[in-house]
Structure formats: structure tokens, C-alpha cells
């Protein structure tokens, strides 16, 4: 039989945490990041940093809803509570299996980040998140439930509680204090209580019943009517100000069974599918998708290759711009929004920082768009996905009531990768092909991370997740995409009720008398097996979004199942008798850009149209093409003949191209056909140039060059612009790149979460300074009390730590560093030489050497400390 005793209770949060092994702590400090930054210097130091209200409320927010009705069950119950009082406020007095079977995993997550503490007998809610949670009148509680009856009774006058006790039927007692505490005895006892109630008038119930699920107050006038004058006389309902009554707790309780909570919530909303398609039906159609969304890109990119829409003084794109480019890609103004962020998330456009400042495409552009087009698609997907920015946001409204703007401020939000992740990965929780409803995925998400206000900003990230990933190509139809599916990291092949299993957090839980217990999960069940209860609880969280590193494997995995599925590009198009082009696929780069010169596109989609007109040859002869090039490069590239009707128009084009000439005077035009400059001085339309001829065959302009060429075009005429040697001169679009630019870095919500080595860093530093800290220290001169570290001369500190050398023992020090801070270390002495000791440092955990002139003070400690390692 041991005769080990049981550890004690711990009697403080510090005391709770000191208690935890390192993997605990781990899990604390994972789930809640804000603790370790900066790292705290011992336990005492986190517990107080996790109690804080910015902490506390920021670990409440991520609680799922369940375990949020956990902790405000705490709230409003003693303090401390026993297992089986929670128990009974959360299933009532009739009992329920379902939260019974779940409640041991809600406990055990609020234990994991350090929001209760203690045994199961003594239940401890951290009295930050207790004040929080509790009712009060500005701050009415979750559950309805109104403040207790010694809290609701603490201002009235002894008098008035005697008259209350002797209705209630209670003997007289000598204070108030002990007349709330009879009364609260009364109506936490289910039959006396009973017994009251079923003297009560119908019309008093029923006032009651009103008040039973909350809000517990309600008005009184200064003469209430007889069925509350009954209820008030009785303390049923109690004043907590002139013509404001309140239900107290212990009797609503009573009203509802036991039950804190109307509808206890302990499994998460099932994500089940409205509609089932093929996989390689989803696969097709989200391929198809991604296509569009490349090309989509391409041509916004090609659009302002030249130089994009000025940048607002505040930032961002103007309204009138943002319409144009929705005219120009042919899409909807928020669809618009949707394209210009992509590809401002994946570093392709940026502002081009010039004094008259303008958007401009980056260099990062020529580099991408020479990867192949499944690569391209993965760049964009991963930007997208890990994107902070929210673009659903644009044309609303910020806090100062300002319009946001596309590529402007304020349209970063740090919840949308995190929604964007969880949102697909519930569809790939599903088997393949299965597409849910929106509903039942933002019911799940509501389960999950319960909204704190009725405008949600997760939800409305996540509408727009489903819409977003739709346009992209992650998902078609609906339904998560075999190449999506990769992207999120998720194995190829994946049963429904395997995913949905992990999701909710599927394990084994037992839950003796004594207290929750949870024990090892089971593996994942089949897709016709129902889970027994007990294994739906939800300590497993969510998985969270992947690292950068992991997000480029993942992207680069997604572009390998997605590059079969593209089409291949074509290197010809079909001419038809009716000056169109059709491309009957996705071009080859140098086919398509010359096309998009001496072509107007026409119809977009699975196939491209490409219209001839005079003033697209002429845009081709402009960029240094001869007619006989024309010529030759459509009979190269077409699978049928080059029709005559457009041979015509090149030739027509040609013959006229450059018969005038616009060179810089300010601006003339020569002609070798004096009749054709007597034609453009007598045109009405020519008056706004200012010409005047100067010889038979030359007019002269007070406008610019490039003012008359364009003036003469809109004519019907085709000049062309000559050099001062008179050649003529070759119009090629001068690409305009900015200076390199580095993709836009995500805005994080608060402190990341630490990595391993960050973690065992940093429990490694707070266990150190935790030993240093709590370590009892040994009195070296009877007047020493209080634990306090004594000045110790040079001699006396050098005979302290070369005795401590030689017996191992550690000591306790003072120590000012070069900067002039002091602080206080445990060290175990290793050697003393030359005026410096070497010494394994229990506080930073490692080997160190310290002058001795700027040891201040040593001590030994009560019992023989660790050695080096």
C-alpha cells in the first residue's frame, strides 16, 4: 500500500498551472497565443496575464457554443461548483444523455485554456470571465437568468426583508443578511418552493412564466396589480430599482427544471449535402472555372499593362474606375472587386509610387505568366486563400462612415483565411461530389464560433467564401474539387464519416461519478455507422489553416491535379466570310497577343470570337505590320483559307494607311494629294484642330501630334506618324511595370499561433524562472527573513560560489548586467577562474558566464538544487 498522499487542491490559478505537466501547458499556450507575447518570466506571471480581460474575452470569443454554455452555466452557479452541479444546470432535472456524454469534453477544453481551474469536486471559473459571464442589469447573462437572491435583496431595508420572510412563511431572523440567506434556502429547495408556488394565483404564474427564459426584468408600476403584489410580498420577484423587478435566480431555475439553458447545443449543426454530383462532373466544371478565372486575370492584367486607373488620395480605386473595369471584364462591379484583389493579393499589381501616382502591373507579372497555366491558377488560389483582405467589403461603409474602396484601406480583415479554410474544409468533409446547402454550413459555423452581434462579420466572410471559391475554380457545382481538396492539404480519398468524425473531434469519453474523464479516440467509423453519444464531444478543435510552407506544398500538389484537367493550348483559329475569327480554345501566347492587336474580341467563353474592323488592322499596321505580314501570319494560323472579304479589308487598310502624314511643328499634316487636304479643311468636324495650309500639300496644326492623329482617325481617315527625317514612325504599347513590389503581407489576428520550438522554448523559460522564482531560499544571518537576498562583498561572494563548485550546490544570486539592469538568477556553478564563473543558469536554461563584480548578492537555497546538464 503507498503511503504517498494525494496532492492538494490548488488554491490559485498559479498553483492550477504550476501543476501541469509541459504538454499541458503546451495546449494552453497553443489555444491561446497572447500569453506567451512577450514571454512570461514564471507561472505566477501567466496565470495573472490569463486571468486579464483582453485575454479572457479573446479565449471566451473562440470557445465553440457549447462550451460557451458550459462557461456561463459556471457563472451562475456557486463558486466553487461540484461536477454534479454543472452537470445538473446543464441537463436538468430529467437528465439528458446527449449532454451528459458531452459536457466532459466542454469541461476539459475550458480547463486546457486556463478558464476554470480545480478539481471536479471544486470547479473554479476565473472570476474575470465569472464577471463577464454573470448577469446584471446592463449585462444581462446568456442563460436569462437574473442575479441570485442575496445579490438582488443587497439594497433592501431589513424591515422590508422580515415583512418578506414572515409571507414567505419563514420564521423572523435577526439581520437581512440572514434573511436572504433563508430565503435563497427556500427556493433552492425543490419541494418547499413547490409547495408556495401551488398557492400562487393563475395570473401570478403566468407573470412568471413571462419572466422564466429571460430577460428576468420587467416594470412595475408604484401600485402594482394584485398578482404581483402577491409575487413581490413573497420575494418571488424582487426590486432592484423605483418600478423594475427582477425573478430571482434560484426560482427561475426552479421554473425551468434546473436547467440553465433553454436548448443546451452539444453537437455541432451536421453538415449534410443538398445535392450529390459526379466527381468528375465537380472536377470538369471547377476546371472550366479555373480557366476563366485565368483568363479573367489575364485580361485585367493585359487592361492596365500600359498603366492602370489613378490611385485615390486616400487610396484605393475610384468608383468610376472600378465601373470601368467591371465594363471592361464584363462581369459584375463586386465580381470586379473580387478579380482586382486577387491579383493585388498575389503581388501582380500594385501602386507604381510616382508623384501623379497610378496602378500599374509588377514585374512579379512577366514572371507568371510564363508558368504554366495550372501553376498560375495555384498562385492565385494560395493568395486568395491565405489573403487577409476581404473584397465582399468594397462600396460599404467603414467606422467613420467612409466608402471603402477596392485596393484601398480598411478592407483587411484577419478572420478570412481562417473562415475561408474551415469553410472548405467542412465541404471536404463530405464525400466526393457532395455539395451542401450555405445554410447548413453557416449553422455549423455559428456552432463552432458563436456570433457576438447580429451583423456577423464571419458569416459574411463566409458567404463570400462559398461565392469566391466557386468563381475561382476551388470548387464546382458546389462541391469541393478533387485539386481543392489539395490545395487544403486534405488526403485524395477521404470517407465522409471519417472527415466529419475529425471535424467534430470525435473521441472516447468516459464520465464515472467521480468526474469527466476522457480517454483515447476511436478511429473513424464507417459511412453507415451512427456513433455511439458518448463519442460526440468536441475537445478536438477544428484543423487550422496550413503554414506557409505546408500552403506551397499543398498549392504545388493542386497545380499537378489540375493540369490535365486545362485545356491545351491551340496554335491556329477558324476565319469565317464575316471579318470573325473564331479560337476555339485557349491560344498560344504570341497567336493570342497578336490577335488581341488586329482584332476586336467579340464573345468570350468556351470559344473566343475575334472581330475584324478597319480600325483593328489599322492598330496592326500602326505596330509595324506590312499588309503582306497580315497576310501571311492569318494564312499561317488559320485552319481554313483567309476569306476575301477580309484579304479586302488588310489591302483597303494598307492602301490608305500613312497616305497623310502628322509630324511636330507643334503638329502638320503633308499630303501628296492636295485635293484630300482641301477635303479635311472644309470637314466641320476638323474645326477644333486649327489647321491652315501652309503649301499645296501641307497643313499646319496648333494642336499636338498625337491630338491630330487621333482628331483625323475619328474622320474616317488613316494618317500616320512620321520622324523628323519624315519615316514613318512605329506605335508599339510601351509596357509600364512598377518597381518591385513585395506580395501584400496578411494582417494577423493578434499573436500567431507558436510553433514547437517556440513552445518548448518558452515552457523551458518559464519553468526556469518559475524555479528561481518559488525556489525557498536559506537564511544566511538570523535577521534574513521574508526571503529577501542579501549584498554580499567580493570575498564573501567568491567563497560562496567556489564552495558551491565543489559541492554542486546552487545558489541563489544577484546580478547587474552591462546595461545596468538588475535581476535575480538560480545557478548551479561549474568553474570560477580569471574573476568569472561558469554556471548552468536555471532561469535562462543554459550554460552562462558571469563577471563576479557583477554578482550584487548570493545565497544558498533551502535544499541541494539540479546540477549542470
Known amino acids: 500500500m503507498s503511503d504517498e498522499k494525494p496532492a492538494p487542491a490548488p488554491r490559485s490559478l498559479a498553483e492550477a498551472l504550476r501543476a501541469r505537466d509541459d504538454a499541458s501547458l503546451a495546449v494552453l499556450l497553443r489555444g491561446r497565443p497572447d500569453l506567451i507575447t512577450p514571454v512570461p518570466t514564471d507561472l505566477t506571471q501567466l496565470a495573472t496575464r490569463a486571468a486579464t480581460r483582453a485575454s479572457v474575452l479573446r479565449a471566451l470569443e473562440r470557445l465553440d457554443r457549447f462550451a460557451q454554455q458550459t462557461a456561463q452555466a459556471l457563472a451562475v452557479a456557486p463558486d466553487p461548483a461540484s461536477y454534479g452541479e454543472l452537470l445538473a444546470l446543464m441537463a436538468g432535472d430529467e437528465g439528458d444523455a446527449v449532454v451528459a456524454g458531452a459536457l466532459p469534453g466542454a469541461v476539459g477544453t475550458l480547463r486546457e485554456l486556463a478558464l476554470v481551474w480545480g478539481g471536479d469536486d471544486r470547479l473554479r471559473l476565473v472570476r474575470t470571465a465569472r464577471e463577464l459571464l454573470a448577469p446584471s442589469v446592463q449585462y444581462p447573462s446568456p442563460t436569462g437568468l437574473g442575479p441570485a437572491v442575496r445579490e438582488a435583496s443587497a439594497g433592501m431595508s431589513p424591515g422590508r426583508m422580515q415583512e418578506i420572510v414572515a409571507a414567505a412563511g419563514l420564521p423572523g431572523t435577526p439581520d437581512a443578511v440572514s434573511a436572504a440567506a433563508s430565503l435563497s434556502a427556500l427556493f433552492s429547495d425543490r419541494a418547499r418552493l413547490s409547495a408556495l408556488l401551488a398557492k400562487a394565483p393563475a395570473e401570478s404564474l403566468e407573470a ?54 433553454r436548448a443546451p447545443e452539444p453537437l455541432p449543426t451536421a453538415v449534410v449535402p443538398a445535392a450529390t454530383h459526379s466527381p468528375r462532373l465537380v472536377d470538369a466544371t471547377a476546371a472550366g472555372q479555373a480557366f476563366t478565372a485565368l483568363a479573367t486575370v489575364e485580361e485585367l492584367l493585359g487592361d492596365w499593362d500600359e498603366g492602370g486607373p489613378a490611385v485615390l488620395r486616400a487610396g484605393g480605386l475610384s468608383v468610376r474606375d472600378l465601373k470601368r473595369t467591371a465594363v471592361a471584364l464584363d462581369v459584375a462591379e463586386p465580381v470586379a472587386a473580387f478579380w482586382v484583389e486577387l491579383a493585388y493579393a498575389a503581388g501582380l499589381i500594385a501602386s507604381d509610387g510616382e508623384a501623379d501616382e497610378r496602378y500599374a502591373v509588377t514585374p512579379r507579372y512577366d514572371e507568371w505568366r510564363e508558368r504554366p497555366a495550372a501553376e498560375r491558377w495555384a498562385g492565385l488560389a494560395v493568395a486568395w486563400l491565405s489573403g487577409t483582405r476581404a473584397p465582399g467589403l468594397v462600396g460599404g461603409r467603414d467606422g467613420k462612415d467612409r466608402t471603402l474602396a477596392a485596393l484601398g484601406p480598411g478592407l483587411d480583415r484577419a478572420a478570412a483565411p481562417e473562415v475561408r479554410h474551415r469553410v472548405l474544409t467542412l465541404l471536404g468533409g463530405l464525400a466526393p461530389g457532395g455539395a451542401p446547402g450555405p445554410a447548413t454550413v453557416l449553422d455549423r459555423l455559428r456552432w463552432e464560433r458563436p456570433p457576438r452581434r447580429e451583423d456577423d462579420l464571419r458569416e459574411r466572410l463566409a458567404r463570400w467564401a462559398l461565392s469566391e471559391a466557386e468563381l475561382l475554380g476551388v470548387t464546382g457545382r458546389g462541391a469541393l474539387s478533387a485539386f481543392g481538396r489539395a490545395l487544403l492539404g486534405l488526403p485524395e480519398a477521404v470517407g465522409a464519416a471519417a472527415v466529419g468524425a475529425a471535424a467534430v473531434g470525435a473521441a472516447a469519453v468516459a464520465a464515472p461519478a467521480g468526474g469527466p474523464a476522457a480517454v483515447a479516440g476511436d478511429g473513424p467509423a464507417d459511412a453507415g455507422d451512427k456513433l455511439p453519444v458518448r463519442h460526440l464531444h468536441h475537445r478536438v478543435p477544428p484543423p487550422e489553416p496550413l503554414s506557409a510552407a505546408e500552403q506551397t506544398v499543398a498549392g504545388a500538389a493542386a497545380a499537378r491535379l489540375l493540369a490535365p484537367q486545362l485545356p491545351e493550348p491551340l496554335d491556329h483559329v477558324l476565319l469565317q466570310a464575316d471579318l470573325t475569327a473564331v479560337a476555339p480554345g485557349p491560344l498560344r501566347r504570341p497567336l493570342a497577343e497578336v490577335m488581341g492587336v488586329v482584332a476586336d474580341v467579340e464573345s468570350k467563353g468556351g470559344a473566343t470570337v475575334y472581330r475584324f474592323t478597319p480600325a483593328s488592322v489599322r492598330r496592326g499596321l500602326d505596330a509595324g505590320q506590312t499588309a503582306s505580314d497580315l497576310h501571311s501570319f492569318l494564312a499561317a494560323h488559320s485552319r481554313t483559307p483567309v476569306p476575301q472579304p477580309l484579304a479586302y479589308l488588310i489591302d483597303d487598310v494598307a492602301r490608305r494607311h500613312g497616305h497623310l502624314r502628322v509630324g511636330a511643328a507643334s503638329a502638320y499634316v503633308r499630303c501628296d494629294d492636295d485635293a484630300v487636304l482641301g477635303e479635311i479643311l472644309a470637314d466641320k468636324r476638323s474645326a477644333g484642330l486649327r489647321l491652315r495650309r501652309l503649301a499645296p500639300t501641307v497643313l499646319a496644326a496648333q494642336s499636338d501630334p498625337g491630338a491630330l492623329l487621333e482628331g483625323l482617325r475619328a474622320m474616317g481617315f488613316a494618317p500616320a506618324a512620321e520622324s523628323a527625317e519624315g519615316d514613318v514612325l512605329i506605335t508599339r504599347a510601351l509596357a509600364r511595370r512598377t518597381p518591385p513590389r513585395a506580395v501584400p503581407e496578411p494582417v494577423p489576428d493578434g499573436p500567431p499561433p507558436p510553433d514547437a520550438t517556440l513552445l518548448t522554448a518558452a515552457i523551458r523559460a518559464i519553468r526556469a524562472g518559475d524555479l528561481a522564482a518559488t525556489a525557498p531560499r536559506r537564511p544566511v544571518t538570523p535577521e534574513t527573513t521574508g526571503g529577501e537576498l542579501p549584498r554580499t562583498g567580493p570575498a564573501e561572494t567568491l567563497a560562496a560560489v567556489q564552495a558551491a563548485v565543489l559541492t554542486g550546490q546552487a545558489l541563489w544570486i544577484g546580478y547587474v548586467n552591462a546595461e545596468g539592469a538588475a535581476s535575480q538568477r538560480v545557478i548551479a556553478p561549474v568553474r570560477v577562474e580569471g574573476g568569472f564563473v561558469t554556471a548552468y543558469d536555471h532561469t535562462a536554461d543554459e550554460v552562462r558566464t558571469y563577471p563576479l563584480h557583477r554578482i550584487t548578492g548570493v545565497a544558498e537555497l533551502a535544499g541541494e538544487g539540479p546540477g549542470p546538464r
Open 208 to 261: 412568471l412564466a413571462r419572466l422564466v427564459w429571460g430577460p428576468p426584468y420587467g416594470q412595475v408600476t408604484a401600485d402594482p396589480a394584485p398578482r404581483l403584489r402577491w409575487l413581490l410580498d413573497r420575494g418571488l420577484l424582487l426590486p432592484t430599482a423605483p418600478g423594475t423587478v427582477v425573478l430571482p435566480r434560484e426560482v427561475a431555475l426552479h421554473l425551468r427544471d434546473g436547467r440553465a439553458h
